[in-house]
Nanobody, 121 residues
Framework: QVKLVESGGGLVQAGGSLRLSCAAS????????MGWFRQTPGKEREFVAA????????YYADSVKGRFTISRDNAKNTVYLQMNSLKPEDTAVYYC??????????????WGQGTQVTVSS
């Protein structure tokens, strides 16, 4: 079992930055590929970023590449998403996910509750 709790969302102006955190339970956290997905009303949940279990490999959606950075600290059972140069189109509920299929950028079974990110112009 993996329990995920996101934090760090909020309201920022375009061009600003936010750092999301996802705290995970369980001693097997380091065995999971981790990722972030986001969802806006009327759209399906979409892939944002993912990181391998060791942290050695990262993947990003084209829309966020160069602006967002995913990282993890297995000792703290936490994965992060540093979001810079935010745009209004980044506005969404961001969800942490455990067990990401890295080859296909598809989510695994475990989800967090989500945290709202709103970017104003």
């Amino acid at each position: 079992q993996v329990k995920l709790v996101e934090s760090g969302g909020g309201l920022v102006q375009a061009g600003g930055s936010l750092r999301l955190s996802c705290a995970a339970s369980g001693r097997t956290f380091s065995m999971y590929n981790m990722g972030w997905f986001r969802q806006t009303p009327g759209k399906e949940r979409e892939f944002v970023a993912a990181i391998s279990w060791s942290g050695s490999t990262t993947y990003y959606a084209d829309s966020v590449k160069g602006r967002f950075t995913i990282s993890r600290d297995n000792a703290k059972n936490t994965v992060y998403l540093q979001m810079n140069s935010l745009k209004p189109e980044d506005t969404a509920v961001y969800y942490c996910n455990a067990g990401v299929d890295l080859l296909n950028t598809k989510p695994g079974y475990y989800w967090g509750q989500g945290t709202q990110v709103t970017v104003s112009s």
